[in-house]
T-cell receptor, first 112, second 115 residues
Framework: GEKVEQHQSTLSVREGDSAVINCTYT??????FPWYKQEAGKSLHFVID?????DRKQSQRLTVLLDKKAKRFSLHITATQPEDSAIYFC???????????FGTGTTVSVSP | NSKVIQTPRYLVKGQGQKAKMRCIPE?????VFWYQQNKNNEFKFLIN????????QIDMTEKRFSAECPSNSPCSLEIQSSEAGDSALYLC?????????????FGKGTRLTVV
């Protein structure tokens, strides 16, 4: 079955710098790649997603890149702020109500 | 903000006891998922439904859990005989389902502690 690897367990950046989180997946049939943010003691909050028919999607300070050939996708956060500090999870799945497979999370710490 | 409602937020059970948690999906979302998140932040998919029908489930769920999503009632997930290893955050999520818009929204979770 699908496996999603999230390669950095922690990432520390200074406020205003960019943060990049990388994930890889194994199943070429995966077509949907969402990102979630989880703050301490809270649930998962949907951040942004990308579908396999595009290779880039941007929403304000967030950009997701998808490289289907390398089976790799990444989340780029520009102009980081302290409130960006959280655990970020990538996931992969199929469209249409099938289960998502999650990475193990990257703890992003933004320091002033 | 997600409108998936999970109850209770916290649940403490002894080993061997039943543990039941409930989920009201976002209105209009026919697909419901249950995941288990352990203390290492690892997610395990448990089961999902489309309307009242099971779409997928793992072996553990089939053997040790009881889950349903009746019409006009909350969905539920029940561990028949709790074990220490079941201590985790149980997350319910819902989705509009098929088609282009397949965002999945999560509730706040039920944190189960088995003592």
């Amino acid at each position: 079955g699908e496996k999603v690897e999230q390669h950095q367990s922690t990432l520390s950046v200074r406020e205003g710098d960019s943060a990049v989180i990388n994930c890889t997946y194994t199943d070429t049939a995966s077509s949907y790649f969402p990102w979630y943010k989880q703050e301490a003691g809270k649930s998962l909050h949907f951040v942004i997603d990308i579908r396999s028919n595009v290779d880039r999607k941007q929403s304000q300070r967030l950009t997701v890149l998808l490289d289907k050939k390398a089976k790799r996708f990444s989340l780029h956060i520009t102009a980081t702020q302290p409130e960006d500090s959280a655990i970020y999870f990538c996931a992969a799945g199929y469209q249409g109500g099938r289960a998502l497979i999650f990475g193990t999370g990257t703890t992003v710490s933004v320091s002033p | 903000n997600s409108k998936v409602i999970q109850t209770p937020r916290y649940l403490v059970k002894g080993q061997g006891q039943k543990a039941k948690m409930r989920c009201i999906p976002e209105k209009g979302h026919p697909v419901v998922f249950w995941y288990q998140q352990n203390k290492n932040n690892e997610f395990k998919f448990l089961i999902n439904f489309q309307n009242q029908e099971v779409l997928q489930q793992i072996d553990m769920t089939e053997k040790r859990f009881s889950a349903e999503c009746p019409s006009n009632s909350p969905c539920s997930l029940e561990i028949q005989s709790s074990e220490a290893g079941d201590s985790a955050l149980y997350l319910c999520a819902s989705s509009p389902g098929t088609g282009a818009n397949t965002e999945v929204f999560f509730g706040k979770g039920t944190r189960l502690t088995v003592v």
